[in-house]
């Protein structure tokens, strides 16, 4: 037993929920801690009560309060019948306790939370939490004094929690009061009765300065806020933090599902499937629901019809919030309260089923009627039984915790797997035409046709170049030999419509024909052999009939080609999920498995303002790598979900990167924002992170908790943290290793390359390709989600992504910095027996110069192996120094998050104008003076200065006779010498040389 003894300070509670029936409540604070309990006095009638009182608890060892949590409850003293009513409730991780005397020992203004979904709570406590060793345990007294309760030594451990400090600037009487609010996480588990007692992890966030406060209004009026602060209060705000989760493959916790849910905790459910019913006593026929009720928790299957009761329907809840242990199934007439009959279940006989077993079969059982008589209520097919998140029926069950989820947004927050759909890049190469007509032959003998070809697939439109003249051919029969790319995704679906246009205006082309080809029926090739071109006849697009008889001699060729040895990238080429070819037929076999357990979020920016809730998120987890993109379930009015879900990917090649994002679902709500059937509702971004596979050791769990930052024009922030385990196995190294040898991209991109520019094009069409489909599925994953997965905006300007990038450089030419810095010194000879030793090692490498190459292999060997033991045990995240998001103008940051093209006033274009001509002139002097070094060497032999050039061809001649005469490496050594030696025997004064370098003429004095 430790002499230090936990203190709580109970100062007092502010706007109770009045419990009394008068308007009012009699409030008293309850404590427990480490099997203890103790309570303060009552406050009658006082929905604003203060205490100041302090409640002392034993602790058996201080070392453990990090693995240990307080739990105030408020409570209403019902005198009439000595019973109590719920307040409200806060838990509090251990690792926010001080100590007296050492620590700032600052009230902590905590809101009240729920301990149900049903329970009625509103208003705030403050107390105070710090060890001490001047306190002692008082024994139980009167006036509801402080009652200590002992238990058993094997304490009940719960998940710590993050603590986040936000500046809470109270108003009262007139004057202001500065206090820190902590936020509790809201991830603590019940564990498992039958599990041992392990001890989770805990991530502590050191508190930093207070921090300002981002106010939201809250719809409707009033005075509700929530804060969204910015991070950089303490260096480890935005660092990654490594957890110890009990996953499932614990060494405690070796079963069945250990091999296929290893990377996630195990949570568990009550599953109940309603099947159907039969003999029910309705009159007069109608239709019938099933009503499971659990305790506050009710669920209800949909209707079905009389003589054909089938509802076939899973209820999932959660094993941590069953207050009851009685669940009813009732059966019911549509939109009447009373049931037609009613079984109940006690679930201390509920089996329990892990997969791979078989599902259990459902049962017909015998309801009682309403007047409780045994088989008049007809009969039920019922299955209940208890199980994990890894149980088939989990993805598709209805979860308790969706319960206040509108009926049309049930289907949004169910986890789903979704599949890209197959890319193929169209090569259209429009050669010439034959004999076509013009639309205005009147104009046409006047001027020479401008005729050009669109090309059209989907809402792809590209066009060729207006035809040149060419001697050998008539105006009628032009020639272009160009060659177009679209993207078209399988099943083709889509025409491609060839139009020969006339442009007889400025403004004004015309169709003088037309010719549409399935896409479907064009040639597939996997190398760069060219497919055979076809000859298709053009219809007019003329209405003149006299002109049908020749219409048929119009006619274009084409060559049109599926390449298949392409990769179609829907993404940016550095942060590529998938570099396979596009046909299957050139696919090599994976290299290893990639698993990802989504666990959970914690510490998450309320995203929405919900009535009566205050801030609130609705938080779903998207994960995507290659084709497969995962969608985990909506934890509905959660601050910190838990996920609990796996998924696994092939890998192909190494060098690639998982993208999760973390969403805020917006189609929850009963009315979203936008118009009334919520198409224009858009899920808002919460933050990402990114997973290099090659960062990753083989078949080691990375368990870590990534910082979701968000950029906003007022800063970066955090949004939260995610947790992850991830897990990439590789079944053959060497197949492994091959594979760095081998080339990034498939065999056409260096074949038959794509421009730049064509690149950037197709990859744009490609994520318009995937989002439409994707948008196309149910549940469907919106438009804004694949744009931000797949990084859509990387390519526009920021200044401050140029500084980032411009550092980057800085820091890879930082070794060539050093290098100088180091010869610099020897050659000033501050220290001489270095400068000894270099001019030695030098000159040997001089005299034996068959030991230069395999010296500086041996180096880098070393320090190879000389930085093994400093190497990452991270995976790499988000670095916001890295991407100069901490020390960004805000100014800057406006002109990131502008539109395109701009919506800013003119005046602050012009200055943004003139702050890039600024910097622009920079880089011009600097590309200026690099192209004036280049043209001295020019002049050297252009005789643009005749006397330098005769000085330069004789210095030549003689250089050459000496070099001839002497070995190169005499002369190498007698260059290192006269340019090491010490600094008494130079002049300050530039070489002969330099000078005669500096002198040189170059262009820039043609130059305007």
């Not at 502590?204 to 939201?216: D, E, F, K, Q, V």
């Not at 493959?249 to 849910?261: C, E, R």
């Amino acid at each position: 037993m430790s002499k230090e003894k936990l203190v709580v300070e109970v100062l007092g509670a502010h706007n109770l929920m009045p419990k009394d029936g008068e308007g009012s409540s009699s409030a008293f604070v309850e404590v427990e801690f480490e099997g203890q309990r103790q309570r303060t006095q009552v406050k009658y009638k006082d929905l604003n009560p203060v205490w100041n009182e302090k409640l002392v608890f034993h602790v058996n060892d201080v070392a453990d309060l990090p693995y240990r949590t307080i739990e105030v409850n408020v409570f209403n003293e019902k005198r009439s019948n000595n019973s109590r009513n719920f307040l409200g409730k806060v838990r509090v991780s251990g690792t926010s306790i001080g100590r007296e005397g050492k620590d700032d020992l600052i009230p902590q203004l905590h809101t009240l939370d729920k301990r149900s979904l049903f329970s009625h709570v509103r208003g705030e406590i403050t107390f105070k939490l710090y060890l001490s060793v001047k306190e002692h345990v008082k024994g139980g007294g009167g006036n509801g004094g402080g009652v200590v309760s002992k238990k058993s030594n094997k304490f009940q451990q719960q998940n710590a929690n993050t603590v986040v400090v936000q500046n809470h600037q109270q108003m009262s009487g007139g004057g202001q009061e500065n206090k820190k609010m902590t936020h509790p996480n809201q991830m603590t588990n019940k564990p498992d009765p039958n599990q041992g007692d392990l001890k989770p992890v805990v991530i502590t966030t050191i508190p930093g300065p207070p921090i300002p406060a981002m106010n939201l209004p809250v719809p409707g009026g009033g005075n509700g806020r929530v804060g969204l602060f910015s991070g950089g209060s303490h260096p480890n705000e935005y660092s990654l933090k490594e957890t110890n989760p009990h996953l499932g493959g614990g060494l405690l916790n070796k079963d069945k599902t250990s091999s296929t849910y290893d990377l996630v905790e195990q949570m568990q459910y009550l599953y109940i499937r309603v099947v159907k019913g039969r003999d029910i006593p309705v009159v007069g026929g109608g239709e019938v629901v099933a009503e499971v009720k659990l305790g506050n928790y009710r669920g209800i299957t949909k209707r079905a019809a009389l003589n054909n009761a089938e509802w076939d329907q899973v209820f999932a809840f959660c094993k941590d919030t069953i207050q009851s242990s009685m669940v009813e199934i009732f059966v019911k007439e549509r939109d009447k309260d009373d049931f037609m009959g009613r079984v109940w279940f006690d679930l201390n006989e509920v089996p329990k089923r892990v997969p791979p077993d078989s599902q259990l079969a459902p049962q017909w059982y015998r309801m009682d009627d309403k007047r409780g008589e045994r088989g008049k209520g007809g009969e039920v097919m019922v299955a209940i039984w208890f199980g994990t998140q890894a149980d088939e029926a989990f993805s598709e069950a209805w979860h308790s915790k969706a319960a206040n989820v509108h009926l049309d947004g049930l289907c949004s927050i169910q986890s789903k797997v979704y599949l890209s759909p197959k890319l193929w890049y169209l090569r259209v190469s429009v050669l010439e035409a034959q004999d076509v007509v013009l639309g205005e032959k009147g104009t046409s003998l006047m001027r020479y046709p401008e005729l050009n070809v669109k090309v059209q697939v989907g809402n792809q439109v590209l066009k060729t170049r207006v035809a040149p003249a060419v001697s050998n051919r008539s105006l009628s029969n032009p020639f272009w030999n160009e060659d177009l790319m679209f993207v078209v995704a399988e099943p083709f679906e889509d025409y491609v419509m060839f139009s020969v246009e006339d442009r007889v205006a400025p403004n004004r082309e015309e169709t003088v024909g037309r010719v549409m080809v399935p896409v479907s029926v064009i040639t597939r090739r996997l190398d760069s052999k060219e497919v055979a071109s076809r000859w298709y006849n053009l219809d007019g697009h003329s209405g003149n009939d006299s002109k049908s008889g020749v219409r048929f001699a119009s006619r274009i060729h084409i060559r049109a080609s599926l390449d298949g040895g392409y990769h179609v990238l829907d993404e940016a080429t550095m942060y590529s999920s998938d570099v396979r070819p596009t046909a299957k037929q050139l696919w090599k076999p994976h290299i290893g498995v990639l698993e990802m357990g989504i666990l959970g979020a914690s510490n998450l920016m309320p995203m929405k303002i919900k009535e009566g809730k205050g801030g609130s998120t609705d938080a779903y987890c998207v994960a995507k790598y290659g084709q497969k993109w995962v969608r985990t379930r909506t934890v509905v009015d959660s601050l910190a979900p838990k996920w609990n879900e796996q998924y696994t990917w092939e890998v192909f090649d190494p060098c690639t990167v998982i993208t999760v994002g973390v969403f805020d679902n917006s189609r929850v709500d009963k009315n979203p924002t936008g118009n009334g059937s919520g198409l224009g509702v858009r899920d808002s971004r919460i933050g990402k992170v990114r997973i290099r596979l090659s960062t990753l050791e083989s078949d080691r769990v990375y368990t870590h908790a990534y910082p979701l930052l968000m950029l906003h024009p007022s800063g970066v922030k955090k949004m939260g943290e995610l947790h992850l385990a991830v897990r990439f196995s590789c079944a053959n190294m060497l197949n492994m290793l091959h594979m760095y040898t081998m080339p990034l991209l498939p065999k056409m991109h260096y074949v038959q390359p794509l421009s730049v520019s064509q690149l950037d094009s197709l990859r744009y069409q490609a994520m318009n390709v995937v989002a439409s489909r994707l948008s196309r599925a149910e549940p469907s994953l919106g438009r804004e989600v694949v744009e931000y997965m797949l990084d859509h905006d990387s390519h526009m300007w920021s200044m401050r992504k140029s500084k980032a990038n411009f550092f980057r450089l800085q820091s890879v030419l930082g070794w060539v910095f050093f290098m100088n810095r180091l010869i610099d010194a020897m050659r000033n000879w501050a220290m001489p027996v270095y400068s000894t030793i270099f001019v030695g090692v030098f000159l040997i490498l001089v005299l034996m110069p068959e030991l230069i190459i395999p010296s500086i292999l041996l180096g880098f060997a070393v320090i190879g192996l000389w930085k093994y033991r400093l190497r990452p045990r991270y995976p790499p995240h988000m670095d916001t120094r890295l991407s100069y998001a901490e020390s960004v103008h805000p100014d800057e940051l406006d002109e990131e998050f502008d539109s395109f093209p701009t919506s800013r006033s003119a005046e602050t274009v012009r200055v943004r104008y003139d702050r890039l001509r600024s910097v622009a002139g920079r880089i011009q002097t600097v590309v200026g003076d690099m192209a004036t070094q280049g043209e001295r060497f020019q002049a050297l032999m252009s005789w643009r200065d005749p006397r330098a050039s005769f000085l330069f061809v004789v210095v030549c001649f003689v250089a050459a006779f000496g070099f001839y005469l002497v070995p190169v490496r005499w002369v190498v050594a007698g260059w290192g010498l006269y340019f090491l030696r010490p600094p008494r025997f130079r002049n300050k004064l530039p070489s002969c040389g330099v000078s005669f370098f500096k002198r040189l003429p170059t262009m820039a004095d043609s130059m305007l």
